[in-house]
């Protein structure tokens, strides 16, 4: 069945950058791009941007253009998200989403906490 | 941008109820739209997409009607597992999500 496994929670400080992954199976990984969504405590939901694994390209949100970076890799059909100059409004759970038009499948979620 | 708005930000009902929730898009999205539900700790799960299709596995209690701006989500016989956060998501033009209902016992 279709997959997708988020790593571990990260806790990083003011300023640093941190690097999640979302690990696909059960599906052609090709085929279907990845977006990446976030949820700060108590809050809704928040579209970040996608890639496509076929190619790599990718569209930002524009709240994070400049600071955001998803890449993927297809041997192991795994993206990834990078953040960087993290601030404590970066708190928040991070979702992966596999895009079939909608999301059809989630991640379990990475929760990033920044904190000095 | 598109902006969806849901409402109301909560609803208080009692098990067996029927509810309805309401999102609005700032422009249309089409049929363009999905609902999910996610209950604390957990990532959402897919209800509906096309606006009115239940996703696999989606009790028939759930249904989702609309197009273009005016959207609801309806479920006949509030079950006690169907208490939880739901939101509406367009996927018409970027995508962007509503703030979501929570949807309570009385």
């Known amino acids: 069945q279709v997959q997708l496994v988020q790593s571990g929670a990260e806790v990083k400080k003011p300023g640093a950058s941190v690097k999640f992954s979302c690990k696909t199976s059960?599906?052609?990984?090709?085929?279907?791009?990845i977006h990446w969504v976030r949820q700060a405590p108590g809050q809704g939901l928040e579209w970040m941007g996608l890639i496509n694994p076929s190619g790599g390209g990718t569209t930002y949100a524009q709240n994070f253009q400049g600071r955001v970076t998803m890449t993927r890799d297809t041997s192991t059909s795994t993206v990834y998200m990078e953040l960087s100059s993290l601030t404590s409004e970066d708190t928040a759970m991070y979702y992966c989403?596999?895009?079939?038009?909608?999301?059809?499948?989630w991640g379990q979620g990475t929760l990033v906490t920044v904190s000095s | 941008e598109i902006v969806m708005t849901q409402s109301p930000a909560t609803l208080s009902v009692f098990p067996g109820e029927r509810v309805t929730l309401s999102c609005r898009a700032s422009r249309s999205v089409s049929s363009n739209l999905a609902w999910y539900q996610q209950k604390p700790g957990q990532a959402p799960r897919l209800l509906i997409s096309d606006a009115s299709t239940r996703a696999p596995g989606i009790p028939a209690r759930f249904s989702g009607s609309g197009s273009g701006t005016e959207f609801t989500l309806t479920i006949s016989g509030l079950q006690s597992e169907d208490f939880a956060v739901y939101y509406c998501?367009?996927?018409?033009?970027?995508?962007?999500f509503g703030q979501g209902t929570k949807v309570e016992i009385k």
């Open positions: 998501h367009q996927y018409n033009l970027l995508w962007t």
């Open positions: 059960g599906y052609t990984f090709t085929k279907y791009y």
């Open positions: 989403a596999k895009d079939d038009g909608w999301y059809d499948c």
